[in-house]
């Protein structure tokens, strides 16, 4: 066995070779943990944003949810108290169009291929927000208004703390 400290600035490659991974934001540790765990549960925006391309909604934590604009978004956990400012974050490939009842009408914006990925700009205005969804590009092509879901697995909540640096 042999450890081995590796700085890089490249997300990808950190991902790729880690065992684990400590993330510096301005000479302070601000997250320690597997590199699944990381990007999968991060603690702030700025581990969310570093180890990828993240979505993020301000709201206020209401009951079982977080109402944010005029929708109530379910959520799986959240220590928040009702009434609490809250941040939610999403990951653009956790999106998902919603085919049949129970999506939010969403114009699409603009459309990017990027090779294997195709991404989404979203206009939501239940959300008074722009999101972006990604999947492959093998998938049909897309235009117009659309309906989305956001699975309540794929939401993170965290406290407001304030404005953070977003990386």
Excluded at 57 to 75: D, F, H, N, P, Y
Excluded at 95 to 113: E, F, H, K, T, Y
Excluded at 135 to 164: F, I
Aim: glycine share 8%; with cysteine.
């Amino acid at each position: 066995c042999i450890t081995t400290v590796f700085f890089t600035h490249d997300q990808t490659e950190a991902l790729a070779i880690s065992d684990r991974i400590a993330l510096l934001h301005q000479g302070r540790l601000v997250a320690l943990g597997a590199p699944d765990v990381l990007y999968r549960e991060p603690s702030d925006d700025y581990t969310a944003r570093f180890l990828g391309k993240v979505n993020v909604l301000r709201g206020v934590a209401e009951g079982a949810g977080v109402r944010v604009g005029s929708a109530l978004l379910c959520t799986l956990a959240s220590d928040a108290l009702p009434g609490q400012a809250v941040r939610l974050l999403i990951r653009p490939q956790a999106l998902r169009w919603a085919d049949g009842m129970g999506g939010m009408a969403a114009r699409i914006v603009s459309v990017q291929l990027l090779g294997a990925l195709r991404e989404y700009r979203l206009r939501l205005a239940a959300l008074d927000a722009e999101l972006v969804l990604a999947e492959l590009s093998d998938a049909p092509a897309r235009c117009g208004e659309q309906s989305v879901e956001l699975p309540a697995a794929a939401l993170r909540v965290l406290r407001d703390c304030g404005d953070q640096a977003a990386g």
